[in-house]
Each structure stands twice: as C-alpha cells, then as structure tokens.
C-alpha cells in the first residue's frame, strides 16, 4: 500500500514538473523489476519463461495506482520501466558473462535465460548496439527500448514519446533495420 | 556520422523504401548526389532491412499497457476494411469478449459499435449456440439505460466463422474512466445509481443478469447511464480475473476450469464459490460500484488475488462515511445491504433499490430546500466557536455545518448541487510565528466568515502530507480554503532549527499539496489566503505566479486573499472582513457553476 502511494505519488509529482521524483522513481522501479525478475534469473521457477514486457506490466500494476494518475503519468512509468529492464537484463548477462567467461561460451538469452520470445540474442550486443544507435539518433534508441523492454506497441510507444504513430513506425523501421545489421550483419 | 548525414540517410531510407525494391538502388544512387557514405549506408540499411522483419518484435509480446493503447490491430479487422454491410471505420477499444470498432451500416446507414469475438469463443460450436441464444433475448431488452444490441453478425475472420455484435454507438465515457479523476458527488452517485438499478430491474425480469456488472462497463452519455455487455460475461473465455488493481486480466486458461466469470473486486461471494447467480448478484456488484462512486475507493482492495477473495468473502468494507462524512446514513445502509455476504440478506429486486435512492434523493432535496434551525440553534458566533473544539474532542473526523446564510441569496444555487468546501485550517495545529494566534484559531475565525457553506473542517490526524492530500481528494471538493501556514509540520515546527524556515517550507507544503490536488481533481479550486504574507498585491501575484509555473494546469484556479485592514484588524471577526471573505468565496463558487453542469460529458 505505501509502496504503492509513493510510486503513484512519485509520478504524480514528475508529472508537475519535480525533477527530483524521476531519480526516485526510477530506483523504486528498478528495486520492484529486480525483485520480480530474480525468481526467474535464478530459475527458482523452471516451469516458467521470463516475458520481460509481461514482468513491465506486472509491476506497473503492482506499484502504481492507475485511477490516481494520469495518461502522461502512465506514458513515464513505461519509459522509466523500460530503461530499468534494460539495465537488470544487461546486469544479469554480465555477471553471467564473467562466470562463463573461460569457457568461451556466448551468452544469449536463450540459453541464459529463460526468456520467452526472444530467441537467441544477445543481449550484451543489443545493449551496445542500443548504446550506439542511441548516440546516433536519440528518439530511436528511446524508442526501441520501449519496444523491446517495456514491451509498447508502436502506437503506445509513440504516446510515449508524443510523436505520430507515423513518425514512430518510420523511426522503428530504420532502427529495427539499423539495429539488424549491427547484431546479424554477418548473416546477410 | 554527422548529424546532418544521419538526416539524410533517414529521409532518404524511406524514401526509397516507397518505392518498388527494384527501382531502390538505382533512386539511392541518383539522391545520393555523389555521397559515397550515404549511399553506402542507406544501401546497407535497405539490405538489413529486407531481412529485419519480425525482428525485436517479439519482445514486445504480452503488453497489457492499459490507457496507452491508441490502435488496435486483429487481423482482418482494421479500420477502412469491411465486416459484412459494415464499414470498420476506427477501433474503440477491447472490450470483455474482443475488439470493438465504430463502424458504418452501409444498409441503414448509420453508425454503430461492432463487437468482434475474440476467435476462441467463435471457433467452439457450443458456445457459439449459447452465445447466440442468450445475444436475441438480449436484443429483446429495450431500455433507455442499456445498450441496444441491434443486430448479430457472422462474418469470416482468419479463416474462422465470427460472430459479432451490433450495437448502438454510444459517445461518452466509461465509469471507469470517470473514477479515475476521484469520487463523484453524492447527488450524481445517486442518480448514476439509480439508473443503473432500473436498468438492472428491468433485464432481471427477463431472466437476464449481467454478472459482470462494473465501472468499465457502465458508459456515461450525455442522455445518461448506459449499460454494456450485458448477460454477456460467461462468453468472455474461459476465464476472466482480475488483479488488485484495475486492469483486466485473462488467466491462464489451464490453471482454471471456467467456473469463475466476473471481474474481482466486483464479484459476490456467491461468484467466487462458483454457486448459483441470480439478481441479487448483481445488486452486490452494483453496491460496490456506487461505493466507489462515493468514496472513490474500492469497496474491497487487497494485494493479491487471494487477499482480494478473502476479503470479499470475509471482511466489510470501511463504512462509507470513514471515506466520506456527507454520506446520508440510509445511503450507507443501502450499500451495506446490498454488500451482504449471503444474498437473501441482501435486497431482493432492483427496484426496491431504485426507489429507496428515489426517496433518499428526494430527503437530500427536501433538506436543502427547507434548511431547518435546528441545524444552527444559535447564529451568534459565540455558540458556533463553541462547537468546534467539543466536537473535535469528541473524536470527529471532521465537523459538518449544515447551515444558510442568514439572507438566504444563496439557497437557489445551493438547491441543485450543495459545493463543497474543505476548510484546511485547524484548531491548534496553526504555526505561523508571524501571526499572533493567542485568540482562538484560524478556523474560528473563519466559521462566520463560512456560515451558510456547505464546510468539512479537517483534523489534522497526522503530519503526513499525503494522508492529508489523501482525506482531501476524497471530500471530492468544490473549494478548498487554506491558510497559507496551516500545512506545517507540526514534529518539524517543534525543530528549532527549522523554525526560522517555517514560512518557506509551509509555502513549500501547500505548493505541493495544491499542485497534487489539482492535478488528480480538475474542478477543485483553491483559496489561500493570509493576514500578512500578502503584504502586497506584488507579493501576492509573485506567489501565484510562482505556484503555477511549477504547477500550470492550476491557472486560474488558485485565488488567494490578504485580509486588509492591518494587523489589529486582521481577524475574521471583524465582520467586514467576515464579509469580504464570504464574498470572494461565493465569487470563486458562481466561477465554478458554469462547469457544474458540465458533470456528463456532452457529445
């Protein structure tokens, strides 16, 4: 219940200008994800796949009072949900990463982790390749994350960062595109 | 690559992309103007993205964003294409069995809501029977408040006969959507409430329960209430629950066997138990819909689904008035009654609970109309300021004055909608070291200057901010009346080293509080005023300016007074001063009539 209020709050406030709420927030987020996601990353729960985007939208449930915010209150969580995800994944595969390190072994979520719906990608590369489409071009970089880790359609998404779903579905295209030659350009 | 040659590459990747692939290289080429590296890159990204697709997609499964969804996209189905004589002309929203689209009759031409079945009800022969059946009694119910269905399609849609639902197109809002902005006030509960009773009435003496009776599936037009979905939910799949929070969710259909239909925090007891529904079903999901309209809080809330059950089966529900304190008594009992565990204590028909909030809207109509003495045995001030402290030592959470102004001017506009007023002042919580607080209080101050206001006092119970902003939203108020100071801390006033920083951090508080409160309540105004931080109209107007640059939707709603006449006058005993206050606050609540009406969403 308080957790619930303060993250409610806490947006609330973001929402009316506080900058200070979004650092808040997004440690309150961050906490709830990780906590969520550590019964699947240890495979404490075998029987069931990890849908990063199903795990967004639990905690958004979770934490937030939806009949106390409002639509653009909603459009931040999302944002903040999907950057945080990013992060625990990534700080997942490292430290995986360094397990496996002598062994020469890819980590890719597939074998990982228990994710459902993305096959073999590695998740460290997307990282990277995210961090450069992103130097490049912010908004596409803004937006593939909420694609992919906060799990948006393109119209959601597009609510998100206030563009025209058209804008969006251009900007994903060419990102989506971009992204494929950096991680599979050795298939084409 | 530059900025600029990232541009570039963008404007020229779509481009090309709009053209047919084989002409693509040879355009790049052509609009490169010579560029290498852009041709280059675009050429490379064009290539990548023959093969992207579907690509990253996946990630983006199970999203359930509720409120972000502007588009809607089942196959076959999309706005611009054709259902049978329909026109799909845009996507509403998902409703409980599948999508729903404003779309054109072609024949009739008009415009209607079509429902599509999600394709798991439609590919089963029986179910599809029974939907059927129950969909022509459903048809057959013609009432102002519920949803015409007018017809029952059949159309192919991924290979799977479909039925789907015509219904009449309805523009306005979900009850849902309404509580998202805080509670309703009590003589729109009511006749929300009432509607809906008849409308329940009515279908019951058909035979037909709703069994999914709640908040997102009762529609507010501008010709009133409208009921959706009705005796529809046992097609919704195999099972529909809830979590604790609002959104929909479909379980997992093997770890259920379909007994349980409904949506959670609505269901009855008798719901959960997967026992026998009838009516009186509904009347318990109708009494917790009109306790959330009033208090703006869930009837049951808990923090999981199993809690939940628990407490639906098990625990009351905090008495309407601990939400809110105008609540008629009878308006309490009759949504105790109608959330009685055991259906037979429950009412028994629909219309007896119509007309009990018949008669309940008509006592509220009569006590307003004909304000009795008795409310205010003695108007000389002494008695009232004599009131407040007995009634908050008696423990009250708040303190109601249900009087007039003495020239009763303000009984017509009080006749329809009583506004209410949420005074933040409090006897013996006020620490404003500037102000000399030896003779009573602010509140005291203020009970002449409110008489003939409809007033909830607050009692500060708490030091918590959000405690305070959390009892205040749910007064649902018209007004809300602050000193400038009276939001301290008092743990913090007690810190000496705080103390010289008071002033700015009650200003802090009450910037906060407003900005809050504004933000989660649209017609809430506010009315700050002080007896001597206002020192001067410069004064004033910065401090206004600065809380609506933090805070802009609250433009033009905070308004803000300096009591004059200096210091030796500054009381709200003064009655000119009493006076000039009344004045501005009635000033601030005809500002607000014009949106009174406005309470339904018009067309």
Same mark, same amino acid.
Request: hydrophobic share 45%; with cysteine.
């Given at each position: ?5 303060d ?5 609330v ?21 990780r ?9 404490? !729960? ?21 009949? !106390? ?49 993305s ?27 909420? !694609? ?21 579905? !251009? ?18 | ?24 290289? $040879?355009y ?33 499964e ?16 999309? &706005? ?8 799909i ?22 415009? #209607? ?11 089963? &022969? ?17 009432? &102002? ?7 029952l ?5 991924e ?79 195999? /099972? ?13 259909a ?10 959670l925090?609505?269901? $009855? ?39 939940? #059950? ?7 529900p ?10 008629p ?20 028909? $629909? ?24 409310r @205010?045995p ?8 004599g009131?407040l402290?007995?009634?908050? /030592? ?16 303000? @009984? ?7 506004? #209410? ?12 070291? @500037?102000t ?87 017609r ?12 001067? &109209? ?21 308004h ?28 601030i609540? #005809? ?13």
């Open positions: 219940m308080s957790k619930a209020l993250v409610t709050a806490l947006l406030a973001w929402n009316n200008g506080d900058e200070d709420a979004r650092d808040l927030l997004m440690e309150a987020v961050y906490d709830e994800l906590r969520r996601a550590r019964g699947f990353l240890r495979r404490e !729960r075998p029987d069931h796949s990890l849908a990063p985007t199903a795990l967004v939208n639990e905690t958004y449930l979770k934490l937030v009072d939806q009949r !106390r915010v409002q639509w653009q209150s909603r459009a931040h969580f999302f944002a903040i949900a999907g950057h945080a995800m990013r992060r625990i994944l990534v700080d997942h595969a490292r430290a995986r990463r360094a397990v496996k390190r002598d062994a020469g072994t890819r980590v890719s979520w597939r074998e990982d982790l228990p994710v459902r719906g096959h073999d990608l590695d998740v460290l590369a997307l990282d990277a390749a995210l961090d450069k489409l992103a130097a490049l071009d912010a908004r596409k970089g803004h937006l593939v994350e909420l !694609r992919f880790f906060a799990g948006l359609t393109i119209g959601q998404a597009a609510a998100v960062l206030g563009l025209a779903k058209a804008t969006a579905n !251009r900007d994903w295209v060419l990102a989506r595109a971009w992204l494929f030659r950096e991680l599979r350009g050795d298939t084409l | 690559m530059s900025a600029d040659g990232w541009k570039r590459v963008d404007a020229l990747f779509h481009a090309a992309l709009e053209r047919p692939a084989v002409d693509r290289s $040879a790049v080429h052509a609009q490169s103007l010579g560029d290498e590296n852009i041709r280059r890159e675009v050429e490379s990204l064009l290539t990548a993205h023959e093969h992207a697709e579907g690509f990253l997609e996946e990630g983006a199970g999203s359930i964003a509720e409120g972000l969804e502007t588009d809607a996209n089942p196959a076959d189905v999309r &706005p611009g294409g054709r259902l049978g004589a329909f026109e002309l845009d996507a509403l929203g998902a409703g409980g069995m599948g999508r729903v689209y404003r779309a054109r009759d072609t024949r009739l031409d008009r415009f #209607v809501a079509i429902k599509v079945l999600s394709p798991e009800i439609a590919g089963d &022969p029986r179910s599809r029977q029974r939907f059927e059946r129950e969909a022509r009694v459903v048809s057959r119910l013609a009432h &102002p408040h519920i949803c015409t269905l007018f017809d399609g059949l159309a192919r849609v290979g799977v006969e479909t039925p789907f639902l015509v219904m009449e197109l309805l523009d306005g809002e979900t009850l849902a959507a309404r509580l998202a902005r805080g509670a309703l006030p009590i003589e729109q509960s009511i006749r929300i409430a009432s509607q809906i009773a008849e409308a329940l009435s009515v279908a019951h003496a058909s035979g037909i329960v709703h069994r999914d009776l709640k908040p997102a599936n009762i529609m507010l037009t501008s010709s009133g209430v409208k009921l959706l979905d009705f005796g529809l939910a046992r097609w919704r799949g195999p /099972v529909v629950a809830s979590g604790t929070n609002g959104a929909d969710r479909r379980a997992d093997s770890s259920t066997a379909g007994l349980i239909i409904g949506t925090p609505y269901m $009855a007891p008798e719901q959960l138990r997967a026992d026998a529904v009838d009516g009186r079903t509904d009347l318990f999901a109708f009494g917790a819909v009109l306790y959330e309209m009033l208090t703006g809080a869930r009837a049951f809330a808990a923090d999981s689904q199993a809690a939940l #059950v628990a407490a639906i089966l098990e625990h009351e905090a008495p309407l008035a601990e939400h809110q304190p105008l609540t008594p009878a308006l309490g009992r009759l949504v105790t009654r109608c959330l009685a565990k055991n259906p037979a204590e429950r009412w028994q028909h $629909a219309q007896d609970v119509a007309f009990e909030l018949t008669e309940i809207q008509e006592r509220i109509t009569d006590r307003v109309a004909r304000p009795t003495a008795t @205010r003695d108007t000389s001030r002494r008695s009232v300021r009131l402290p007995i009634a908050l /030592v008696a423990g009250l959470l708040s303190l109601l004055l249900w009087s007039f102004v003495p020239n009763g001017d303000n @009984r017509a506009a009080s006749a329809t909608t009583q506004p #209410v007023i949420v005074l933040m002042d409090s006897p013996g919580r006020v620490y404003d070291p @500037r000399e607080a030896a003779f009573g209080t602010n509140a005291d101050d203020l009970s002449d200057a409110l008489a003939g206001f409809l007033v909830i006092l607050h009692k500060e119970s708490t030091s918590s901010m959000w405690h305070r902003e959390d009892w205040v939203r749910r007064q649902n108020p018209d007004l809300v009346i602050s000193h400038l100071s009276c939001l301290l801390d008092a743990r913090k006033a007690d810190n000496d080293a705080l103390e010289k920083d008071l002033f700015a951090l009650a200003e802090h508080r009450l910037t906060l509080f407003f900005g809050y409160l504004g933000a989660v309540n649209a809430t105004r506010f009315l700050v005023y002080s007896r001597n931080h206002f020192a001067t &109209p410069e004064i004033e107007k910065k401090w206004v300016g600065d809380v609506i640059a933090r805070f802009p939707h609250l433009k033009g709603r905070l803000t007074m300096s009591v004059p006449g200096g210091r030796e006058r500054a009381t709200f005993r003064d009655p000119a001063t009493a006076q000039i206050f009344r004045e501005q606050v009635k000033a609540l #005809v500002l607000r009539e014009g949106t009174m009406a406005a309470d339904l969403p018009k067309p």
